[in-house]
Structures are given as structure tokens and as C-alpha cells.
């Protein structure tokens, strides 16, 4: 891998930082993942802005938002907070969760640590059991070979049913067919199958005695089965939000006109 080879391949000569102007933009991804895998060292070098990256945890507290377009195709990306999983209930966690459940995202990138794949791949799998629409990125890959680690990331991708890409973010390696590969998934090109833990036939039947009851009490909720999981699991938080109404808030929220989301999106941005 090299940075020139990459400049000059057509992917990358499609591809234009916008910054904040994340308006009408055509499609939303999520860059979600561990703290300090590089996610705003991603989200900086597609939009041109300027995140905070640093290697400590807790800066990106909200999420940011900025914009890029690739092969005529304006995309809206969303810089979420540091999360090592989508159960537990601390702020930065619940921002990221509830924006991979509620934003809909047409994909999410989950940035994974070349050299700690096993801990990062909990956050993937976690990712995957809410949305079919997912891009791994196999990102420090320059410290892996550093430490003499191999990373067979094509075997990754087959075993998680998405797309993997090696990148080294710092240097902008790998970002043309990092944004390729999510350009492929948001247009259906690519069919993804994801990878997800089959549950006991008990549970299955649990599920689907659930979901129709979640689609009544909260309409317009995606990604009801995790939901329901989450609930036979015995996820407090997510009772919580159930039995106060927060959820339906965040459901109904969602189906707010586009033009209405735009302006608060351009609000947020204008705030960074
Ligand atoms: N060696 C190396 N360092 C990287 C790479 N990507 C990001 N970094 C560094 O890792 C640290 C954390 O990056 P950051 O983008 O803030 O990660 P985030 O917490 O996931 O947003 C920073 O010091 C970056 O410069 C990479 O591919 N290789
Ligand atoms: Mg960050």
C-alpha cells in the first residue's frame, strides 16, 4: 500500500472534501469504534475538517458532522464518540447508540485497532446485530506490521459478511477504497451478509412475540429485534426508555420531513 498509488486510482480522483456543508446531502454515514482507533483522523482527511485527534479518551463527546462528495454522490458523515460496546450506559455510549439505532445511517464504518482486533470485534458484532449496512475498517494497520502481527483481512470481511478495508488512517492510506467499498454498500452493489449469533430457538420464538408488540407500542422504531433482545437480556436502560416514552421520541423524531432534519443538522455542524 502506498498514499501515491492511491492518489492517482479513479476513486480517489472523485472524491472532494466539502466540510461543513452537510445540506441535501444524498446519504448519511456513521464512523463509529473503540476510542483512539483513528475515527476522527478519518472523518478530517474526507471532509477537510478539524476534529480533535489525539490518543486520549473522551474528546469527541459529541458527535460532529461534515460532508464529502464521491462519484457524484454528496455524503454526510457522522464522527460518533468512542465506544467500546452498545450496552452499557455511559453518555458517550448512548450518543453512538442511539444514533446507529435512530439516524439510520445508510452505512456506519466501525474503525477497528489492527493490533487489538479481538477487543474491537465485540463493538462489531454488536454494530452488525442492528444494521446489514456495514463497513469494517482495519485501520493502524502500520502498527501492525511494526509489531510483526498479520492481519488477514480478507478472511475478516468473509467471516463478518461486510467488506473490511486496511487502512492507515495518519497517513491517508487505504481512505479511496475505505470510501469505495461504503459508495458499493450504500448502493446495494455490494450485498452484505452479516455475521450474527443465532439465537436459541426460545429466545427466537421470544423475539417474534415481541417485535409486533414493540412495532404497536413505539411505531416507526428500527431495528425492533435488537430492541427486543435487549429487553429479554434484561437491559434496564432500555426498559427505561421504553416505559417513559424516550424511545418513541427518538422514533417519532425521525420521521420529521427532511427539511426540517437538514436545518438542525446544519445547526450541529455550524456549533463544532
Ligand atoms: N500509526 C498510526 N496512528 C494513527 C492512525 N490513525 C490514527 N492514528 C493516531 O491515533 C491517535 C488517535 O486517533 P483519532 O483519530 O483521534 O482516534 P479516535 O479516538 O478514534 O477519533 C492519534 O494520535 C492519531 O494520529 C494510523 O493508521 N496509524
Ligand atoms: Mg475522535
Known sequence: MSADACGACPAHLQMAKMGVKVEDCDHVIALAGNPNTGKSSIFNALTGLRQHVGNWAGKTVTRAEGAFSFGGDRYKLVDLPGTYSLLSSSQDEEISRNFLLFGQPDCTVVVVDATALERNLNLVLQVLEITDKVVVCVNLMDEAERKGLEVDVRSLARDLGVPAVPTVARSKIGLAELVSSVASVVSGETATAPRRVAPSPAVQSAIESLVPLLREAVPGLPSERWVALRLLDGDERVRQALVSGE??????????????????ITAIAGAQ
Open 247 to 264: 424511545l418513541a421520541g427518538l422514533a417519532s423524531h425521525q420521521r420529521q420531513p427532511a427539511p426540517l432534519r437538514s436545518s438542525r
